[in-house]
């Protein structure tokens, strides 16, 4: 594995679970000392446990060095960051790199499978940028995109809806279905295609789930106009089994660092060719001013914004994760600070990371529980749906705060049992 992060220390570690030997690389070497001592620098539901597991049991080892990695591999992950270059450009510099310094050390038949999320094409550019640097090594490129979640990601590898390979010889192919074949065997789907689809299946699969919570963020807004409960609405549409009910909850908006940045990288590949996206233009413009909605109805109770307290419960992109990466939250926590006023912020897991990465975090004041957040607050704002924030003790709130607004950005609290307490209540959508 190329790359530790979420999906190469992941991956790396399941495959490890399933029986193989793994060897993971990174440049960090202070990531690396860590991993060694069994410690993880992401959180993760079961890395925990597996990580240590499979290091004890000798399947998994850790190294700085490509030559100590590549020598001997069946298969080499390239999973390193392709973050949003200039004008949502995917940035693909890191994966050229690895591929120049991993391609040297290659020492017999090897497939080098790109699991970094690229453009279409991708795999074609690598093949021929190896054929330039060493045209004598035995080896194949592949696509094997990945389909993981933040928080289930350990889960998602082990239990996959599909494993998908982009590969255009059957040599390559076959490895790869050794590799996968525990899973495989337990009934999970493998689909070989040629390269371009594999990798235009990862692309299409995010902006398609992002669109899905665009367009229920857009219908959540129309049920606060007519009265309509959108997650009725969402739940009534989702009994029929073409449309599904996942991915259909109306929130804050989304976040994360893979669907606004997959999303503007399809766009702008599609630029490339002189094709316009327009669908997919139309789910990103709704999501970026999703923020508002939230700052709206904090000044239809409040008023002007400015000195005004307000709590915020919730900086994570998602429960599960200590992610704030493109957080929903980053975008209103600053428009409040931007307002004048002052922010008292909670959340259980990523505290530490929005403290280390939002530009103006020494304006804000940070507690260590959810009460105590809310402290004197004109108004509470849940914004990450953790399962702490569903059993919020409404009595001790009520004490605490000294305005009455709630506005549940995640629909997670039931108005009745709000508005009994003696608040009011802004849900999403209803
Ligand atoms: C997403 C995809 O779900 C994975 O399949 C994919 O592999 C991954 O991106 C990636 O490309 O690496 P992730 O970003 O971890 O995974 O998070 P999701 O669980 O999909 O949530 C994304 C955002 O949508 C979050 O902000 C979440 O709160 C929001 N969301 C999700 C909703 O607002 N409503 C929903 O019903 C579901």
Not at 105 to 117: F, G
Not at 293 to 320: E, F, Q, S, W
Request: glycine share 8%.
């Amino acid at each position: 594995m190329i790359g530790t992060g979420y999906v190469g220390l992941v991956t790396g570690v399941c495959f490890a679970e399933l029986g193989h030997s793994v060897t993971c690389l990174d440049i960090d070497k202070e990531k690396i000392e860590e991993l060694k001592s069994g410690i993880s620098p992401i959180f993760e539901e079961g890395m925990e446990e597996l990580l240590p597991k499979n290091i004890r049991e000798g399947r998994i080892s850790f190294t700085t060095h490509y030559a100590e990695a590549i020598p001997g591999a069946d298969l080499v992950f390239l999973c390193v960051q392709t973050p949003s270059g200039e004008y949502g450009k995917a940035d693909l510099s890191y994966v050229y790199s690895a591929v120049r310094e991993c391609v040297t050390h290659i020492d017999e038949y090897t497939v080098i499978v790109n699991k970094s999320t690229c453009p279409v094409g991708t795999v074609r550019t690598i093949k021929e940028l190896i054929n330039e640097i060493v045209p004598e090594k035995e080896c194949d490129v592949a696509s094997n995109p990945e389909f993981l979640a933040e928080g289930v990601a350990i889960h998602d590898f082990l239990e996959p809806d599909r494993i998908i390979v982009g590969v255009d010889s059957s040599r390559a192919e076959k490895v790869l279905r050794e590799a996968y074949a525990p899973l495989i065997d337990k009934g999970s789907v493998f689909l070989a295609t040629i390269p371009q689809s594999a990798e235009l299946m990862k692309y299409a699969s995010n902006s398609f789930l992002a669109m899905k919570l665009s367009f229920i963020n857009e219908i959540a807004d129309f049920c606060e106009l007519v009265g309509a409960d959108v997650n009725e609405v969402a739940y009534g549409m989702g009994l029929d089994k073409r449309i599904g009910t996942r991915y259909l909850k109306a929130s804050i908006g989304f976040g994360g660092s893979c669907f606004g940045k997959d999303v503007r990288a399809l766009i702008h590949r599609g630029e490339e060719e002189g094709y316009e996206f327009k669908m997919i233009k139309a789910l990103i413009a709704v999501n970026n001013t999703r923020y508002l909605t939230t700052i709206n109805k904090l000044k239809k109770h409040l008023g002007n914004l400015k000195g005004k307290t307000i709590a915020v419960l919730g900086l994570a992109y998602k429960a599960g994760t200590d992610d704030t990466r493109d957080s929903q939250s980053l975008r209103i926590v600053f428009e409040l600070l931007a307002n004048g006023a002052q922010v008292q912020a909670f959340d259980p897991r990523a505290m530490e990371h929005f403290k280390k990465t939002f530009a103006r975090a020494n304006e804000i004041i940070f507690s260590t529980t959810a009460l105590e957040t809310a402290d004197s607050a004109d108004a509470l704002l849940i914004l990450t749906e953790w399962n702490e924030f569903k059993e919020l003790d409404l009595t001790a709130l009520k004490t605490k705060m000294s305005g009455t607004l709630i506005v549940d950005g995640r629909n997670i609290l039931d108005r009745k049992i709000v508005e009994s307490a003696g608040f009011t209540y802004e849900g999403i959508g209803r």
